[in-house]
């Protein structure tokens, strides 16, 4: 790799890194590479650190991690949504074929609740706890 | 202490390194690759030197100075001392070992 090319990724490299690391290392970095002669090596190593910057949860932004969590906890409650009346159903289900008996005084929504442990009784045997349930 | 050091991986040459060039005083990034290139031979890279100097820098065993212009003199701390002295220790006693094992006289 020619040393120019070579000097020019490097400094394109370094915008690679996250925000919050630039405002750190950046000027640092650059003063470096004023005093460091790049090759091809300076340009993969740099590139290897753009990556691990860029995973690395100490640097990454409140700017991009906040949309990610909001659309994380957006995508759960969806799929929370979609599958309690499917749960409730089968709970409900379950509940009229007296394969379990829940307690005097629960309502249809805690039947669909407890129906998930009753289907993994029927799965695997035996409850949660250990115990023989078949 | 020990267990802090496990956990640095293939990190840990690099660390060394570093808390090396820093144990007789405060060096900024280029001086602390010159110095490495000169007592060492190992050609640390930015990427590799910065990555490490975060870690350190997280972990307590360095602390950056005020800049100098672009420059920032890193120094390190008690605490880095003392993994310093710790993994210099260690290493002494594989040296010893090893001369020991090999038929190595002191000083050859």
Known sequence: ?134 | MRAAFDGLGRFADPWLLILTSLADGPRHGYAIMTDIAAFSGVRMEPGSLYGALSRLERRGWVRPLDTAGRRRPYQITAAGQEILAEQVTTMQQIVQVARLRTGMAWGA
């Open chain 1, 1 to 134: 790799m020619r040393p120019g090319l070579a000097e020019r990724l490097s400094r394109a490299l370094v915008s690679w890194h996250p925000r919050r690391w630039r405002d750190r290392y950046g000027e640092e970095v650059l003063d470096v590479l004023d005093q460091h002669q790049p090759t091809a090596r300076t340009v993969a190593n740099l590139w290897a650190s753009a990556v691990s910057a860029q995973l690395d949860p100490a640097w990454r932004t409140d700017r991009l991690l906040l949309p990610r969590l909001r659309r994380a906890a957006l995508i759960a409650a969806v799929a929370a949504a979609s599958l309690a009346p499917v749960l409730s159903l089968i709970g409900y289900q379950a509940w009229r074929d007296d394969q379990w008996h829940p307690a005097a005084g629960e309502n249809l929504l805690s039947a669909g609740f407890s129906a998930h442990a009753a289907i993994l009784v029927t799965a695997f045997g035996q409850a949660i706890d250990g115990t023989d349930m078949v």
